[in-house]
């Protein structure tokens, strides 16, 4: 598998998710690290790529999963957020998931209170689920697929969708066009705390900006937070 994680923000958050990580999946960890103007502290083991510049959370991952594979086959990627915590064994347990379902695939995730309900794989504490269950589009909070998959929809698409929506976008292009199912499994947990892409008005902004982009490029489907749409 190679693990993608595209870094906004001090390195802190960064570095608390790759203590999480086995050490012998370490050399697998690529880190897009997308203009942070403070000098960051090194990460022993892993890769990571300076971009420079703050281009977006989509083509973050896009370039980042270029530069740890280049080949279209059954190798499993995983993407996640600076900004997760999980425990050793969901990497794992996510990349044999990809690959026993043949398609998009995302675990459970616990946020704050404040967050959950709004999506059906995010949940608080109080509010927690079980079981496998089909969804129309996956969090790219963390998300797994093979790089097979991830090369058929060209990755994300970031040419529309600079952050916010590129996770739906995705996931709906597979089902429509391709037909590759996407799946969640309540059973395989991870924490999701903060955002890091974007902070205050500018998140607002480029929160408003995908939204409409999303519903321009869908006209035929209704947005409306649960990641269950009718496609």
């Known amino acids: ?6 870094e906004f923000g001090h390195r802190s958050m960064t570095k608390d998710l790759v203590d999480c ?7 697998d960890v690529y880190i897009g690290n997308d203009g942070y103007l403070e000098p960051q502290e090194p990460i022993d083991k892993v890769n990571i790529i300076n971009w420079g510049d703050n281009v977006g959370f989509a083509r973050n991952v896009n370039r980042t999963a270029s530069e740890a594979y280049r080949s279209d086959n059954d190798e499993v990627l995983i993407i996640i957020n600076n900004d997760v915590i999980l425990e050793p064994e969901v990497l ?12 998009i695939v995302g675990p459970g995730i616990i946020v704050p209170i404040q967050y959950s309900l709004k999506h059906a794989q995010l949940m608080s504490i109080d509010n927690m ?17 093979t790089y097979r ?6 990755g994300f698409d970031s040419t529309t969708f600079r952050a916010y929506f590129e996770d739906d976008d995705l996931c709906i292009r597979a089902q429509r066009d391709y037909g590759i199912p996407v799946t969640v499994n309540l059973d395989i947990k991870v924490c999701h705390e903060v955002g890091q892409t974007y902070v205050g008005t500018e998140q607002f902004n480029t929160i408003m900006e ?7 490029k869908y006209p035929d489907i209704k947005w409306d937070y649960t990641g269950e749409y009718e496609i």
Do not use: N
Request: hydrophobic letters at 45%; charged letters at 20%.
């Open 1 to 6: 598998m190679k693990i993608v994680i595209p």
């Open 21 to 27: 990580i086995p050490d012998d999946l370490l050399p």
């Open 92 to 103: 794992e347990q996510l990349a044999d998931f990809a690959t026993e379902t043949g398609g």
């Open 149 to 154: 998959i991830w090369y058929a929809l060209e």
């Open 210 to 216: 995908s939204k409409k982009a999303f519903h321009k």
């Open 129 to 145: 689920k079980a079981g496998i269950h089909r969804i129309t589009a996956a969090s790219g909070a963390c998300m797994a697929m």
